[in-house]
């Protein structure tokens, strides 16, 4: 498949608000980015929470074959992001930005002054996504995630001033 046609699929997504009955597809998606899945229930028993919301990237018309997905908890003016994974077919063609861009929107609408979120020292791709969105770090905790590899890497804290 050529570079373009896939870039023409990954504009055809819808970023929508995650419902129940997305939890399977988004476990999928998880599994793609993480080595530590979450399984269809979990993610329902966190969606379930009234504190957390999500958007997943959906094809009109279709449930299944999502390109991505955004889970964030927002509480007592505290937001942050749970997670985001996009699937590796259809990765660097905006899909993260602009889930990453619904949750901002979700956000600014409820007067949320800031967002946090936690990521590996070493997640190069995701460091730079959030980078260009405008986060900043503001903590690190050592050895806070543990690699297949058995080495420890740091978290860094970031936080975007959304006001
Ligand atoms: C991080 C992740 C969600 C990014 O999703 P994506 O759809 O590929 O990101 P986008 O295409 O929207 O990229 C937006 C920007 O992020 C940066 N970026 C994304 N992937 C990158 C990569 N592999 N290398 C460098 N920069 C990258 C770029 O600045 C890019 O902007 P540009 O295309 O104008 O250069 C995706 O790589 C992923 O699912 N990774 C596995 C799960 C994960 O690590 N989640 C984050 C946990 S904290």
């Given at each position: 498949?050529?570079?373009?046609?896939?870039?023409?699929?990954?504009?055809?997504?819808?970023?929508?608000p995650m419902d129940a009955s997305d939890c399977a597809e988004a476990s999928v998606l998880h599994?793609?980015?993480?080595?530590?899945?979450?399984?269809?229930?979990?993610?329902?028993?966190?969606?379930?929470?009234?504190?957390?919301?999500?958007?997943?990237?959906?094809?009109?018309?279709?449930?299944?074959?999502?390109?991505?997905?955004?889970?964030?908890?927002?509480?007592?003016?505290?937001?942050?992001?749970?997670?985001?994974?996009?699937?590796?077919?259809?990765?660097?063609?905006?899909?993260?930005?602009?889930?990453?861009?619904?949750?901002?929107?979700?956000?600014?609408?409820?007067?949320?002054?800031?967002?946090?979120?936690?990521?590996?020292?070493?997640?190069?791709?995701?460091?730079?996504?959030?980078?260009?969105?405008?986060?900043?770090?503001?903590?690190?905790?050592?050895?806070?995630?543990?690699?297949?590899?058995?080495?420890?890497?740091?978290?860094?804290?970031?936080r975007l001033d959304l006001g």
């Amino acid at each position: 498949m050529s570079t373009s046609s896939l870039f023409r699929w990954a504009a055809d997504f819808e970023i929508v608000p995650m419902d129940a009955s997305d939890c399977a597809e988004a476990s999928v998606l998880h599994a793609g980015g993480f080595s530590q899945v979450w399984s269809d229930g979990e993610i329902q028993a966190l969606l379930g929470q009234d504190a957390v919301f999500g958007f997943i990237a959906r094809r009109p018309g279709r449930r299944r074959r999502s390109g991505g997905f955004v889970l964030a908890r927002l509480a007592a003016d505290e937001a942050e992001i749970l997670t985001i994974a996009v699937s590796p077919k259809y990765r660097q063609n905006g899909l993260g930005w602009r889930l990453m861009g619904a949750v901002l929107r979700h956000l600014r609408a409820e007067g949320t002054p800031s967002l946090f979120l936690e990521v590996d020292e070493g997640n190069d791709a995701a460091i730079t996504l959030y980078r260009k969105i405008g986060f900043s770090k503001v903590a690190e905790r050592a050895a806070y995630y543990d690699q297949d590899s058995g080495a420890r890497t740091a978290a860094l804290v970031m936080r975007l001033d959304l006001g």
